[in-house]
C-alpha cells in the first residue's frame, strides 16, 4: 500500500512538473493566430475583417492606406521606417495594440485627424504620427474612453496633437509637438513621464479632474509651458519655458524641484489657493513667482527674475527660505491688496532697487514667538552684529510709499543660504506663532534632469518569472526521475 501510494505521488510530481514547465513556457496557453500583411492579405483592412480577436497581424515593409480597427487586435509593423499609413486610423475596439508604424495624414487624404480611439485600453508603442491638422483624438462626445497609453512615440501635428474625451492618458518616454496649438491636451487624469513636449501652450490638464502627474519631461510652450487647472496636481523635475512657465489655476498642486528659465514669467498662481511651490530654480526675465491668491507656500526655491515674487492680491502665503538672487525690480514685492502674508529665512542677494517692498503695512518680514526670532538676510543691510546672536544689531527697514514704518525686526547677519552653493533645506512655520524647525545644513537639490530613456534591452524583473518558473519545473522533473529510478 506504502510503495503504491509513494509511487503515485511520485507520479503527481512529475505530472505537476510538467505543467509547470508547459505554463512557464507559454505552451498550454492558447493564443490568437499570427496573419502576415502583404504574404496572407495585401491590405491591413482585409487582414482586419479576416482576423479573430486575439489575433496577431504583422505588417511588413511598404505603403498603406488607413484602416478601422473592429476587432481586439495586435498589429505590428516591422518598423516605423518602413511601414507608412498614408490615411487615418481609427481604433473602436477595446484591448487593442497598435506598434512600430508611421501613419501621415495629409488635407489630400479627407481625414484631419490620423488616429482616432474610441476604444478602451488601446495602447500606442513606437507609433510616428505626422499630420496636417490633428494628430490623435482619444474619445469623442459620443463615448469617454479610458486606459489609452502611449509610449515612446512621437507625434506631430499643425494643429492639437493629443485631445479628446477621455478619463485618463498615460504618455511615456515621447515626443508629442504642436506647430500652433496645444501639444498635450489633458482630458482626463494625466500620468505625462520622462516625454519631450511642445507646442503654443504645450501641456494642458482638465478641470473636472484630479491627481495628475507631471514629472522627468522636457516642456517648451510659446505661449505657456503648463496651464493646470483641475486640483491636487503634481509637478516635479521637468525642464520647462515658455512665456509663462507654469501657470496655477487649480489649487492644493505641488510644483517642486523644476526648472525654469527662458519665460517671461516662471509660475503664476493666479487666484489659487493651497498650493506648494518648492526647491524650483526660475530664471524669468519678469516675475519668477507672480502670486494672487490666499494660504499657497513658496519654500527653497531660486528666484532670479524682474521681481522675485510678486504678490499682488492674498492673505495667508508664506514666502520662507528661499534665494532671491539679483532680481532687477524688487526681491519681494507686496502689493496695497495684501495682509497677514509671511516673509522669512529668505536670503536676498544684492536684488536691485529694492531687497524688499510692501504697499500694504499689514504683512510681517519675520516671524517672533518664546522660541524663535527670525527675519531674513539682506545683503545691504551693513547693521554689525556685535554679540553675536546671528541677528544685527539695528532693524532692516522694507520699502514703502504708505508713510508706515515697515521693519524686519530680526534681519540676519549672515545668510541661510549661500548663493554660491545649493539651497538649504529648511521647514517653514505655518502661521507668526508656530515654532519653526530649521535646518541650516546645505542639502543637495534633487537633479532636475530627466531620467534617461531606458534602452529596449533593458529586460523589466517580472520577465524573468517565465524562466525562474521552467528552471524549477526542470529540478522537479529530476528529482521525480531519480526516485522512481531508486524505486526500481
Request: charged share 15%; with cysteine.
Amino acid at each position: 500500500m506504502y510503495v503504491v501510494a509513494r509511487r503515485a505521488s511520485l507520479r503527481l510530481i512529475g505530472v505537476f512538473a510538467v505543467v509547470i514547465f508547459l505554463v512557464a513556457t507559454n505552451s498550454l496557453i492558447v493564443e490568437g493566430s499570427t496573419i502576415n500583411v502583404p504574404g496572407d492579405y495585401r491590405s491591413i483592412q482585409e487582414a482586419i475583417d479576416h482576423a479573430s480577436p486575439g489575433d496577431v497581424i504583422f505588417v511588413g515593409a511598404g505603403v498603406y492606406e488607413g484602416f478601422t480597427v473592429t476587432k481586439s487586435l495586435t498589429i505590428i509593423g516591422e518598423s516605423n521606417q518602413s511601414v507608412l499609413i498614408q490615411g487615418s486610423i481609427t481604433v473602436l475596439a477595446d484591448n487593442v495594440r497598435l506598434s512600430s508604424v508611421r501613419v501621415s495624414v495629409s488635407e489630400a487624404s479627407g481625414s484631419s485627424v490620423a488616429i482616432m480611439i474610441t476604444g478602451n485600453n488601446v495602447v500606442l508603442v513606437g507609433v510616428i504620427v505626422e499630420s496636417y491638422k490633428y494628430g490623435l483624438q482619444v474619445g469623442d462626445a459620443s463615448k469617454k474612453v479610458s486606459g489609452t497609453i502611449i509610449e515612446r512615440s512621437k507625434i506631430i501635428s499643425e494643429d492639437m496633437s493629443i485631445y479628446g474625451s477621455c478619463s485618463d492618458l498615460s504618455v511615456f518616454y515621447s515626443e508629442v509637438v504642436s506647430r500652433s496649438k496645444q501639444a498635450v491636451n489633458g482630458c482626463g487624469v494625466l500620468d505625462l513621464e520622462y516625454s519631450n513636449i511642445s507646442g503654443d501652450t504645450a501641456v494642458t490638464t482638465s478641470f473636472w479632474y484630479e491627481g495628475s502627474v507631471i514629472k522627468g519631461n522636457k516642456i517648451s510652450g510659446r505661449s505657456t509651458g503648463l496651464y493646470l487647472d483641475g486640483n491636487h496636481h503634481t509637478v516635479s523635475n521637468n525642464k520647462i519655458s515658455g512665456g509663462t512657465g507654469v501657470y496655477l489655476k487649480g489649487s492644493g498642486i505641488i510644483v517642486e524641484n523644476n526648472e525654469i528659465i527662458n519665460a517671461d514669467t516662471g509660475i503664476n498662481i493666479a487666484g489659487s489657493h493651497d498650493n506648494v511651490v518648492r526647491g524650483n530654480r526660475i530664471a524669468s526675465s519678469g516675475h519668477a513667482v507672480d502670486l494672487s491668491g490666499n494660504n499657497n507656500l513658496i519654500t527653497n526655491n531660486t528666484l532670479m527674475g524682474g521681481k522675485g515674487v510678486h504678490v499682488s492680491v492674498g492673505s495667508g502665503n508664506i514666502i520662507a527660505f528661499n534665494l532671491i538672487n539679483m532680481t532687477g525690480i524688487a526681491g519681494v514685492y507686496l502689493s496695497k491688496y495684501t495682509s497677514g502674508n509671511l516673509v522669512y529665512g529668505n536670503t536676498f542677494w544684492y536684488c536691485y532697487n529694492y531687497e524688499g517692498a510692501d504697499e500694504s503695512g499689514s504683512n510681517q518680514w519675520y516671524i517672533e514667538n518664546a522660541t524663535h526670532r527670525l527675519g531674513n538676510y539682506w545683503s545691504y543691510n551693513k547693521a554689525p552684529d556685535k554679540d553675536g546672536d546671528g541677528i544685527t544689531d539695528e532693524p532692516y527697514h522694507i520699502a514703502t510709499t504708505t508713510g508706515l514704518e515697515i521693519l524686519d525686526k530680526y534681519p540676519l547677519a549672515k545668510p541661510l543660504i549661500s548663493p554660491y552653493q545649493q539651497t538649504t533645506t529648511t521647514t517653514p512655520t505655518t502661521t507668526p506663532t508656530t515654532t519653526p524647525t530649521l535646518t541650516t545644513t546645505p542639502t543637495p537639490t534633487p537633479s532636475t534632469t530627466p531620467t534617461s530613456t531606458p534602452q529596449s534591452s533593458e529586460t523589466p524583473d517580472h520577465q524573468y518569472t517565465p524562466i525562474i518558473t521552467a528552471v524549477i519545473a526542470l529540478i522537479l522533473l529530476a528529482i521525480a526521475f531519480i526516485l522512481l529510478r531508486k524505486r526500481k
